[in-house]
T-cell receptor, first 116, second 113 residues
Framework: AQSVTQLGSHVSVSEGALVLLRCNYS??????LFWYVQYPNQGLQLLLK??????LVKGINGFEAEFKKSETSFHLTKPSAHMSDAAEYFCAVRKNSGGSNYKLTFGKGTLLTVNP | SAVISQKPSRDICQRGTSLTIQCQVDSQVTMMFWYRQQPGQSLTLIATANQGSEATYESGFVIDKFPISRPNLTFSTLTVSNMSPEDSSIYLCSVGRPNTEAFFGQGTRLTVV
């Protein structure tokens, strides 16, 4: 079974500061890992994904994440926060295995606040 | 990618009634899923909507409460039956393909009064 732990339900940064959102996973098989963003009153939008290729993954809006197997982590970073980055961020995991198991397991989410 | 349309986008319903949520995808997909997001919470998978067969429900969710239809590879419905205020949530439709990410609809924001 897979699980995801997001450390910090709320992260607050100043505009222009580094954004670091933490995600640790547990999986019995090689995982696929995802970061999704949810803006207020909207659905989920994919930021980036790890699917066993490059361990450093670049996504949209200047975000990137690094898959570290030894630490079972997939932390999300952005060098300089913008006001528009304020949203809820979800880390998710699913099996990277044969068959049709595309179900996602989500973390509890991290609310990012950006202060002017 | 896949474009997913969900209807209605929001609704306010009386307790004891039922609401059917529709999910339309712009292309054929193998897997369709329904998630619930309770206020301030993460997403929880309700069920996998299987085309041509009964949906597969996750622990804690039952067909009598959340009947699902999947008549073809581009459409599914989720019904929330005999609603109570505890059913107030965002319900999201999602689709998946092999070796790609999951795509989500905009969600249906349900308030039960």
């Amino acid at each position: 079974a897979q699980s995801v732990t997001q450390l910090g339900s709320h992260v607050s940064v100043s505009e222009g500061a580094l954004v670091l959102l933490r995600c640790n996973y547990s999986s019995s098989v090689p995982p696929y890992l995802f970061w999704y963003v949810q803006y207020p009153n909207q659905g989920l939008q994919l930021l980036l994904k790890y699917t066993s290729a490059a361990t450093l993954v670049k996504g949209i809006n200047g975000f990137e994440a690094e898959f570290k197997k030894s630490e079972t982590s997939f932390h999300l970073t952005k060098p300089s926060a913008h006001m528009s980055d304020a949203a809820e961020y979800f880390c998710a995991v699913r099996k990277n295995s044969g068959g049709s198991n595309y179900k996602l397991t989500f973390g509890k989410g991290t609310l990012l606040t950006v202060n002017p | 990618s896949a474009v997913i349309s969900q209807k209605p986008s929001r609704d306010i319903c009386q307790r004891g009634t039922s609401l059917t949520i529709q999910c339309q995808v712009d292309s054929q997909v193998t897997m369709m899923f329904w998630y619930r997001q309770q206020p301030g919470q993460s997403l929880t998978l309700i069920a996998t909507a299987n085309q041509g067969s009964e949906a597969t429900y996750e622990s804690g969710f039952v067909i009598d409460k959340f009947p699902i239809s999947r008549p073809n590879l581009t459409f599914s419905t989720l019904t929330v039956s005999n609603m109570s205020p505890e059913d107030s949530s965002i319900y999201l439709c999602s689709v998946g393909r092999p070796n790609t990410e999951a795509f989500f609809g905009q969600g249906t924001r349900l308030t039960v009064v």
